[in-house]
T-cell receptor, first 115, second 116 residues
Framework: KNQVEQSPQSLIILEGKNCTLQ??????????LRWYKQDTGRGPVSLTIMTFSENTKSNGRYTATLDADTKQSSLHITASQLSDSASYIC??????????????FGKGTKLSVKP | NAGVTQTPKFQVLKTGQSMTLQCAQDMNHEYMSWYRQDPGMGLRLIHY?????ITDQGEVPNGYNVSRSTTEDFPLRLLSAAPSQTSVYFCASSYSDWGQGNTEAFFGQGTRLTVV
């Protein structure tokens, strides 16, 4: 069964510290993997998209890595800020073909950054 | 450029009532989708459309109808609201299938629906 598992479920860190969020998937065939940030009461906003051939992609203080062999991805946040408090969602696409039904969403990691 | 606009932001319905959640995008995207987000669960696909006049069911379509008469609009209709439909609903759009390369997908702000 295609699944996306994220860990930890929630995380509290102090402002200025770094953190790493994990995403493990059992999705096949694999097309791409996305990380989204969702602020409370808002819609998800894309952070990174990685295809099979990419193993690192950065967006400011956010760096995503992908190991397609072990089917693992991580999102590293550097020098956290209070505005990083949000849920982070990992989404894996199995393949493309116009159905839009091949998206597997993780349940998200809720990050709280404290002053 | 407004992106993806959803209305209303909040709605309370009584069981059995019907309503339409509106979604509009101004990016000329062909692909539009509706998702629901429930506590402790990932987003689940309700219905999607790959272009005007074309719609299809997602993972949880029961109790919902959609139509796509224009590229810009993709309304979601609740036929007879039930408490199980209490959720946050998100509309998303993209210029092509999410699975294609680095296709960017954009979400609306969401509609928080409570059915009592």
């Amino acid at each position: 069964k295609n699944q996306v598992e994220q860990s930890p479920q929630s995380l509290i860190i102090l402002e200025g510290k770094n953190c790493t969020l994990q995403c493990n998937y059992t999705v096949s065939p694999f097309s791409n993997l996305r990380w989204y940030k969702q602020d409370t009461g808002r819609g998800p906003v894309s952070l990174t998209i990685m295809t099979f051939s990419e193993n690192t992609k950065s967006n400011g203080r956010y760096t995503a890595t992908l190991d397609a062999d072990t089917k693992q991805s991580s999102l590293h946040i550097t020098a956290s800020q209070l505005s990083d408090s949000a849920s982070y969602i990992c989404v894996v696409t199995t393949d493309y073909g116009g159905s839009q039904g091949n998206l597997i969403f993780g349940k998200g990691t809720k990050l709280s950054v404290k002053p | 450029n407004a992106g993806v606009t959803q209305t209303p932001k909040f709605q309370v319905l009584k069981t059995g009532q019907s309503m339409t959640l509106q979604c509009a995008q101004d990016m000329n995207h062909e692909y539009m989708s509706w998702y629901r987000q429930d506590p402790g669960m990932g987003l689940r696909l309700i219905h999607y459309s790959v272009g005007a006049g074309i719609t299809d069911q997602g993972e949880v379509p029961n109790g919902y109808n959609v139509s796509r008469s224009t590229t810009e609009d993709f309304p979601l209709r609740l036929l007879s609201a039930a408490p199980s439909q209490t959720s946050v609903y998100f509309c998303a759009s993209s210029y092509s299938d999410w699975g294609q390369g680095n296709t960017e997908a954009f979400f609306g702000q969401g509609t928080r629906l409570t059915v009592v």
